[in-house]
């Protein structure tokens, strides 16, 4: 059985950062890319980054490029989102989901999300 | 940012189709193929239909993409209680590098 599992999240002051974790099972992480997509509270789905599977391709939204990393380690079936300068803004529920490729491919498996809550 | 416009809501008694649009661009819906996410309330997303109208097993077949030029469209025919949810379009945008979802749409079943 496909699992995703995040964790990581939690109160962080503004300017903060945090790192996210996303823990996979059930399938070879290796051969897949991984996305991350936030949603904050009462609003909707917003795509954050991807990472191929191999680690050389890495995209990011225009809302978090230069304060976030995404990276992974295929060995440890493991993806991680690096958060800086931390803003209220992004407060949300961090998914971290699965695809096949990165483009014309769809999110097939869904974590159930960690929560980040910026706030002084 | 959303570049995918959805109607906000959406709603139909038991039985009834509904349908929902997703409107984008050339760079995006123009392009590429649309896929589209179930959130029932409090829980995860869960892919619904991918490649425009691909169903994914365990879907029911009351559940049916469409795209046209720069738009899509999602129905349910055969409206079930269970089916009260948000729903989201999203595709790859070439010029953003990035994917887009829409503004998401709350089914509600009366």
């Known amino acids: 059985e496909v699992q995703l599992v995040e964790s990581g999240g939690g109160l962080v002051k503004p300017g903060g950062s945090l790192r996210l974790s996303c823990v996979a099972s059930g399938f070879t992480f290796s051969s897949y890319s991984m996305n991350w997509v936030r949603q904050a509270p009462g609003k909707g789905l917003e795509w954050v980054s991807s990472i191929s599977s191999s680690g050389t391709y890495i995209y990011y939204a225009d809302s978090v490029q230069g304060r976030s990393t995404v990276s992974r380690d295929n060995a440890k079936n493991s993806l991680y989102l690096q958060m800086n300068s931390l803003r209220a803004e992004d407060t949300a529920v961090y998914y971290c989901?699965?695809?096949?490729?990165?483009?014309?491919?769809?999110?097939?498996?869904w974590g159930q999300g960690t929560l980040v809550t910026v706030s002084s | 940012q959303s570049v995918l416009t959805q109607p906000p809501s959406a709603s139909g008694t038991p039985g009834q189709r509904v349908t929902i649009s997703c409107s984008g661009s050339?760079?995006?819906?123009?392009?590429?193929?649309v896929n589209w996410y179930q959130q029932l309330p409090g829980t995860a997303p869960k892919f619904l239909i991918y490649s425009n109208n691909q169903r994914p097993s365990g879907v029911p077949d009351r559940f049916s993409g469409s795209k046209s030029g720069t738009s899509a469209s999602l129905a349910i025919s055969g409206l079930q209680s269970e089916d009260e949810a948000d729903y989201y379009c999203?595709?790859?945008?070439?010029?953003?590098?990035?994917?887009?979802f829409g503004t998401g749409t709350k089914v509600t079943v009366l």
């Open positions: 050339s760079s995006n819906i123009g392009s590429t193929t």
């Open positions: 989901a699965r695809s096949l490729g990165i483009g014309n491919y769809h999110f097939d498996y």
């Open positions: 999203a595709a790859w945008d070439g010029s953003l590098n990035g994917y887009v």
